[in-house]
């Protein structure tokens, strides 16, 4: 929106247009972090409401993506993330109104503290700045991204799909107007509106404009924007989530838990991929659980042991271990005891998600502390790991790395801290 | 220490040795995680008296040091950092007791809460696994720096200079004694034994081996390292700290203030640099403060209404803004009003420390709010800016980058944050 030039066509051409563009956001972004949160939520507000009066147009937008998707022949699942329904469309402007119903970020103030110098020391939470968004297919994400940047006071770029382009821009348009209603400038959120590739190598290496760039995608997509940024990407690799049943589980709980995780939703990064059951336990458990499941729909895919318990499973191997399938297939190995749980996670697991079910006080504090992932849970199944389920509101993402934001990243996630000092004269 | 291979001379041998030092490391860290407030403090302790036991070995060390640093004709600046006094031993093992009376941050438990869906979910602090520590050479900080990294339950890579090679490996096996006798795997601390420059390069891009790396140095070794790095880097790339003398200062706090934060320290990163003054005070404070330092022996370097006011100060140019002196000179700025100021900081500060000196509540609070640097004061001197006067005990550096971790780097900023999720067979 608000295009500072005409969409280029060359290398050099593309590269000039994004720094423009970055610019144009770093000069928006101070307004932003000074916005008040009567002002944001304002503009959020009218975000929604220009979503819902543009409705057909935004669904005209969205037929001319999908009728060239088919011409390019894009697969049955690109096509359906591409499709903005007017349930999607009336996703888009109550999840905007949901950002706006949040709590800001921006100024709160913890850790205070009267220092023995005289002086008040604490932190302050700010914005980051200027975000990147790089996405694939679904559209929607051009609205949930924008508002959960501009709630937590930062200034926009977003990079949507190519397929998606006429769909992105129309919501665009809407953000557009709802900035506009509040006054805020209009390059606080921006669509790249150029399909070339090459603006997205330029997005995330702009280390002067751009202070975070969160791709939203496949696991290519994201190896491949890690493996060329400067810019500090916070990433989202995989969900090889596990769920361990432990000996001192209760086995109807286990059942639960375990059905749970494998079937809540398939394609969601907390979905349960492998299932470890101690071996004290797999002879009593396995049955009950492998009848569930096969009824179901799921595949499952045992080891040996596993294959002793279910006759007719078909083998695991090494490489299921290694396999977030997103699908009705589950790999099941049978351990023998917490710590060959904890080793199969370590070494096999993504340090996403991983659960544990037992009624052994110590195991389960042993696994809490010693299992390294950004979510641990105790009898409870992995599809929980979500920004709405912690409490965090909206979230841009599941991190999967170790700085900044780990697990679900909300609005927190999306701001800093600095230090305020505040003095009355005093010297060292 | 414990070194899994002799010093290798070819880069093939560096990079295979290194990747030693980091497998060692990676399977150490579980069992630092692992270890108890108790076996980490007995280390640190017993770190403490093999210092002081050995004294005279390490001095003995440190002059081979010094003799070869003489021979290659190092500046004495370097040679001044290189020593080992009597002073800077004791004082590595009084600051290890120090890092041994902290609190331990590993396991801290926040935000516990119960959710709708009846789980508690929390964060739990947690180790980052192993950090790379890369310096130059001031021996010291061998021991400074392994203390707070194992107190955090990491496993540490200590690269030093070359040129402190004798000292730093006498420093290792005093930590060598301590982590022995807490039963802690010796790995937990490797000093690099070769001095090859292929080691760096080895270190900083071992993702599989390390989670962070920390350089400290001078600009151009910190820049080499976030260029070249994969690995994240908490870095400190320098401090240009300003003080702004607004209209509605109290000139006497001024005064002492901008005094203070010149010449507490020239060469820490939180001195003042540069001075900027409101057009409006400006021949009412001037003179005293030109008066003073010109006293203390600094230069000022003053734009033309510096000069103006202060015949005979030497004329500041562009430059002059752009440069972290550490070093008695002083540059001045006469500007008209707070978003003058703030605007001066934005185009040439560096993000780590700038002060208001100022009685009007209004323009506090707008510079508190606004100005985005990891330290922001109010009538407080620059050099405040220190892990110890903050309450985080010692500092590893002051970051000022904006993620992970902002100002000044104790404990906390070396382990991360997991969630917990407790359930009781709870499903969604």
Known sequence: MATPATSPSTEAGVNAYMRQVGAAA???????????????????EAMADAIEADAAALAEANAMDMEAGRGRALSTALLDRLELTPGRIAGMSSGLRQVA????????????????????????RVPLGVIGIIYESRPNVTADAAALCLKAGNATILRGGSEAIHSNTAIAACIHKGLLAARLPTHAVQVVETTD???????????????????????????????????????????????????????????????????????????????LVDREVASAFLP???????????????????????????????????????APILSIRVVDGLDAAMEHIRRFGSSHTDAIVTEHYGRARRFVQEVDSSSVMVNAPTCFADGFEYGLGAEIGISTDKLHARGPVGLEGLTTQKFIVLGDGHTR
Not at 101 to 124: K, T
Not at 301 to 325: K, Q
Request: negative net charge.
């Open 26 to 44: 770093r000069e928006a972004a101070s307004a932003v972090a000074r916005a008040g949160t009567r002002a944001k939520n304002q503009a959020l």
């Open 101 to 124: 119903a949040l709590p800001d970020p921006v100024g709160q103030v913890s850790e205070l503290n009267r220092r023995p110098s005289g002086l008040e020391i604490g932190r302050m």
């Open 197 to 275: 590739r090459a603006a997205v190598g330029a997005l995330i290496t702009m280390n002067e404009f751009v202070d975070i760039v969160v791709p939203r995608g496949g696991k290519s997509l994201i190896e491949r924007i890690s493996a060329e940024a400067t810019v500090p990407v916070i990433k989202h690799l995989e969900g090889l989530c596990h769920v361990y049943v432990d000996t001192h589980a209760d086995l109807d709980k286990a059942l639960e838990v375990t059905v749970n995780a494998k079937t809540y939703r398939y394609g969601i990064c907390g979905a349960m991929e492998t299932l």
């Open 288 to 326: 009950a659980l492998g009848a569930r499941l096969t009824q179901m729909g799921v595949e499952l895919r045992g080891c040996e042991a596993t294959r002793n318990v279910l006759p007719g499973t078909a083998p695991a191997s090494e490489e299921d271990w290694h396999t977030e399938y997103l």
